[in-house]
């Protein structure tokens, strides 16, 4: 990640935005996904989104409806923590 955090806005269904911060971007099976972290909350604790598109080409993160899916990508996410430990 570079030095300075790069920050996103989300909406959320009832129209309220959120700031998190970009904490890394993953491959897993052909498929990007973004992991944040809420700028507002205390919380260590990080979501998982996926990167798509809508019927205009415009780039969305989507939540991830698959619990397979999720493990996977939480799984590869933690194994590069892991090696980046042992670098």
């Not at 959320?12 to 052909?30: L, W």
């Amino acid at each position: 990640m570079t030095e300075q955090d790069e920050i996103i806005t989300l909406v959320d269904e009832e129209g309220a935005e959120h700031d998190f911060t970009v904490v890394d971007i993953i491959n897993v099976d052909q498929s990007e996904y973004a992991i944040l972290l809420p700028v507002e909350e205390e919380s260590d604790e990080a979501i998982i989104l996926k990167f798509s598109q809508d019927e205009d080409g415009n780039e969305l993160l989507v939540d991830i409806e698959d619990d397979d899916e999720w493990e996977k990508v939480a799984d590869a996410w933690e194994e590069m923590l892991a090696e980046e430990e042992v670098e």
